[in-house]
């Protein structure tokens, strides 16, 4: 496809050509947001390492039912609505690696964000949340 073949197009339909624009615009605004905001994304063969190497706090963010069916082990459920950077248990773990998981990732990434306010340093989200754990076949542990 040539230039004047592209350009010829986006005159055609333009409401489709400025939808394509909004939404490349957002993507790359979201990522810069996301680069600033201090807070790592891992995978999950990044998440094992942090757990076997350094010990890491894993905090679950799902409801109670859906943690019980399966979570990774040593994790910490907390519900997002009793979720407090000042709580003991996470307060403890101000200098230890924090990972947040939630469903998919996108609870995990305002709570991460209030952690780095808190002046936690070491704070990561599971990319692609639990569900990105199962796809890469790795256990879960059941009940509470």
Wanted: aromatic share 4%; hydrophobic share 50%.
């Amino acid at each position: 496809m040539s230039f004047a073949e592209l350009v010829a197009f986006a005159g055609r339909h333009a409401l489709l050509s400025l939808a394509l624009v909004g939404l490349t615009v957002a993507i790359v605004a979201n990522e810069i947001a996301s680069l600033l905001s201090g807070v790592r994304r891992i995978g999950p063969a990044q998440l094992t390492g942090l757990i076997n190497r350094d010990n890491a706090l894993v905090v679950d963010l799902r409801p109670p039912g859906e943690f019980e069916k399966g979570h990774i082990a040593g994790s910490k459920n907390v519900q997002t609505s009793q979720f407090d950077p000042e709580n003991k248990q996470l307060a403890a773990a101000k200098t230890l690696p924090v990972v947040l998981v939630c469903r998919v990732g996108q609870t995990a990434s305002g709570a991460a964000k209030r952690l780095r306010k808190a002046g936690f340093t070491q704070v990561s989200v599971l990319d692609g949340g639990i569900q990105a754990w199962m796809a890469a076949d790795l256990p879960l542990v059941k009940g509470r």
